[in-house]
Antibody
Framework: QVQLHQWGAGLLKPSETLSLTCAVY????????WTWIRQPPGKGLEWIGE???????NYNPSLKSRVTISLDTSKNQFSLKLNSMTAADTAVYYC?????????????WGQGTLVTVSS | SSELTQDPAVSVALGQTVTITCQGD??????ASWYQQKPGQAPVLVLY???NRPSGIPDRFSGSSSGNTASFTITGAQAEDEADYYC????????????FGGGTKLTVL
């Protein structure tokens, strides 16, 4: 059974950098897109970006200048960094496993981390 | 344009059939996947591809697609189906962007 468990700081001040990590248990780390998705309070889902097992990344153009996704294959973990945080970045952040299939889908999700940006 | 459009809210009587739609140009090229989200919980994949359900997802959930519209149908809605539902697809503009619809809040009456 695949499980994703994520952690990181939940309260940040404006201009600080968000750092979250997601550990993958119970499945291969290869042949998937390891993904970050966020959801502002009361709003819908927004794709942040993804990384494959070889380290190739794709980012949402709206966040590309501020985001970095990396991975540690030795630990089956991947991470998100989002700099210059503002109140508009307040959201629940999810890690997810994306299928490497033409149509794509996310079959396993982390539990989510509420990140609040406030001075 | 790179967006998926869903009706914000839909209601259905207990035991009846309801369809949630998702519209977008990308759906002419890619199948949608659908996610159920209950309050305070992470989204759960309920449908993907042409009409595929992950293990453990009830067979009252089904999907279809035509042109720029993907549809998610619950046949015989149950109280536990009350949730937000999101569609997703790849973007067809050429950039590897992933799109989500704005979500549909389903109320079971």
């Amino acid at each position: 059974q695949v499980q994703l468990h994520q952690w990181g700081a939940g309260l940040l001040k404006p201009s600080e950098t968000l750092s979250l990590t997601c550990a993958v248990y119970g499945g291969s780390f290869n042949n998937y897109y390891w993904t970050w998705i966020r959801q502002p309070p009361g709003k819908g889902l927004e794709w942040i970006g993804e990384i494959n097992h070889s380290g190739s990344t794709n980012y949402n153009p709206s966040l590309k200048s501020r985001v970095t996704i990396s991975l540690d294959t030795s630990k089956n973990q991947f991470s998100l960094k989002l700099n210059s945080m503002t109140a508009a970045d307040t959201a629940v952040y999810y890690c997810a496993r994306g299928q490497r299939w033409r149509h794509g889908y996310f079959d396993y999700w982390g539990q989510g981390t509420l990140v609040t940006v406030s001075s | 344009s790179s967006e998926l459009t869903q009706d914000p809210a839909v209601s259905v009587a207990l035991g009846q059939t309801v369809t949630i739609t998702c519209q977008g140009d990308s759906l002419r090229s890619f199948y949608a996947s659908w996610y159920q989200q209950k309050p305070g919980q992470a989204p759960v994949l309920v449908l993907y591809g042409q009409n595929n359900r992950p293990s453990g997802i009830p067979d009252r959930f089904s999907g279809s697609s035509s042109g720029n519209t993907a549809s998610f149908t619950i046949t015989g809605a149950q109280a536990e189906d009350e949730a937000d539902y999101y569609c997703h697809s790849r973007d067809s503009s050429g950039y590897p962007l992933r799109l989500f619809g704005g979500g549909t809040k389903l109320t079971v009456l």
